[in-house]
């Protein structure tokens, strides 16, 4: 139930940290080898595109609680809906 | 004496009629039928966050028509999101869970993954926490 709501916020943290494992170390260590000739570390963009959930703070607790108000208001304005 | 009875309840009758047309004419507006039409034809659809969407190409009057729907509905949501005690988003996606439920197969609306699909006789894929 709850899969949807974490997968993504996870993943992304876990690839952070990833991210930052490996390849943060290995250009420190590579600027320690190369004696500080290069100065620059190089971030690279992920090829896919980040998606931010923002319905992710949304209860269900929530959600039940306006669903009948939310009902009203779909029946009261069926132009628009 | 009869014959002016029976106008006066046929008078009445009519009268009655129109009174109850007036009345219920502000909650029976109905789907513009350009609205109605891009529904059934798939070009627009229903999204998770309680706004329309547009599925497949749409020329600039269905794009400006979706804009105007989705201005209208975000007033509404804000208005009774504040008399609820809600957040604008929360009460956009509960609107959103119903009237992902109330497509009609042949409509398109998006599911929990952000794709589109097609409704069918079966329930639709809404979110887990949609009631």
Redesign the interface.
């Given at each position: 139930?709850?899969t949807?709501?974490l997968t993504g916020p996870l993943c992304h943290a876990h690839k952070k940290r990833m991210t930052w494992g490996i390849t943060g170390r290995m250009i420190a260590m590579a600027a320690l080898v190369t004696g500080g000739l290069s100065g620059c570390i190089t971030l690279e963009a992920p090829d896919k595109p980040i998606?931010i959930e923002?319905?992710i703070n949304?209860?269900?607790e929530?959600?039940?609680?306006?669903?009948e108000?939310?009902?009203n208001?779909?029946?009261?304005?069926?132009?628009?809906? | 004496m009869t014959r002016s009875k029976l106008f006066a309840k046929l008078g009445l009758a009519a009268g009655g009629a129109v009174a109850l047309a007036l009345m219920a004419a502000p909650?029976?507006?109905?789907?513009?039928p350009a609205?109605a039409a891009a529904r059934a034809d798939g070009t627009v659809g229903e999204k998770?966050?309680g706004y329309l969407g547009i599925v497949a190409e749409a020329g600039e009057q269905v794009r400006d028509m979706v804009a105007d729907?989705n201005i209208?509905?975000r007033a509404?949501?804000a208005e009774?999101a504040q008399?609820?005690g809600?957040t604008l988003?929360?009460?956009a996606?509960?609107?959103g869970?119903?009237?992902i439920a109330?497509t009609v197969p042949g409509e398109y609306y998006q599911a929990?993954d952000?794709s589109w699909q097609q409704r069918t006789n079966a329930a639709p894929r809404r979110?887990?926490?949609?009631?």
């Amino acid at each position: 139930m709850t899969t949807g709501k974490l997968t993504g916020p996870l993943c992304h943290a876990h690839k952070k940290r990833m991210t930052w494992g490996i390849t943060g170390r290995m250009i420190a260590m590579a600027a320690l080898v190369t004696g500080g000739l290069s100065g620059c570390i190089t971030l690279e963009a992920p090829d896919k595109p980040i998606i931010i959930e923002l319905n992710i703070n949304i209860t269900q607790e929530v959600i039940y609680r306006l669903a009948e108000d939310a009902g009203n208001t779909i029946d009261d304005n069926a132009d628009i809906f | 004496m009869t014959r002016s009875k029976l106008f006066a309840k046929l008078g009445l009758a009519a009268g009655g009629a129109v009174a109850l047309a007036l009345m219920a004419a502000p909650a029976t507006a109905q789907r513009d039928p350009a609205y109605a039409a891009a529904r059934a034809d798939g070009t627009v659809g229903e999204k998770m966050d309680g706004y329309l969407g547009i599925v497949a190409e749409a020329g600039e009057q269905v794009r400006d028509m979706v804009a105007d729907i989705n201005i209208r509905r975000r007033a509404v949501y804000a208005e009774r999101a504040q008399a609820e005690g809600a957040t604008l988003e929360e009460y956009a996606f509960t609107a959103g869970c119903l009237a992902i439920a109330r497509t009609v197969p042949g409509e398109y609306y998006q599911a929990p993954d952000g794709s589109w699909q097609q409704r069918t006789n079966a329930a639709p894929r809404r979110d887990p926490r949609c009631p």
